[in-house]
């Protein structure tokens, strides 16, 4: 048996192992907050982390995304969660697709500004285009910038052309699997959160690999054992879930500058 599985089910958690959830959300949400303020966001999300042998979480700014919200508000707060602690969030800041390139940018600036060194996309309910022309300036400010970019929808035919125009951005798919995509392109990586049939996760690694799987929860809308109980429960060796439950997400974060410092030792 993996010792890895044997160790949560007898109660131990993750010990000796890089935990890094790469899809959580903190704010406002259409069906209700999350939490009151950013004071108890950051302690109760860190708590939930804790439980859960989380290290740190990729952090997106609630429900800011519906047409119409301000999504500065949304970014004014995850920032504010994340001073409150730096080691344990890691903020990707959200924009409005559907907000004119100006306007997108005159966010992006003083986000990166503060350690902002990931963005998240949420355009379909938006309904705008993941290659529509307000979002060029974003992509050609991540490429600038050498950023993550996460988001829950691009088309095949988007995630091809952009990955090839944009080769120094990082482009995630929010609720992928192991897919062609993410073994053919380099800089594109699958965020595995989702509810898949048994043996998705084993039936992808063996065409395609663990090394560009990242493991999420979407906490704290869910418990992160949730996304946890897919990578421990799968028939795969115990280091593709040390890959995908740590180390890959490690990877990208440090060669962005965005994975907190007490985490950098577990890459040595």
Partial sequence: MSSILEQWREGKGLPDMLVIDGHAHLGEWPHGANFDDA?????????????????AACVLSGGYWVNGSDYRMGNDFLLDCVRRAPDRLIPFAHINACDSPANILAELLPVEGE??????????????????????????????HSMLLLNHYWSDRELQQLAIQFPEVTFIRGHGGATRLSRTLANVYDNIWSLSPLGVL????RQFGP??????????MNPPSVGIGMVVYADIPDAHKRMILGLNMARLLQRVGALPAPWAQWLV
Avoid: R
Avoid at 211 to 220: Q, Y
């Fill in 211 to 220: 090394e560009k799987i990242l493991f999420g929860s979407d906490a704290f």
């Fill in 39 to 55: 004071e108890e966001a950051a302690s109760e999300a860190v708590a939930i982390m804790d439980a859960n042998g989380v290290h």
């Fill in 202 to 205: 084993e039936a992808g690694i």
């Fill in 115 to 144: 350690g902002v060194h990931a963005i998240k996309l949420y355009n379909l309910p938006q309904g705008y285009p993941g290659d529509g022309p307000n979002l060029m300036p974003l992509y050609e400010f991540a490429q600038e």
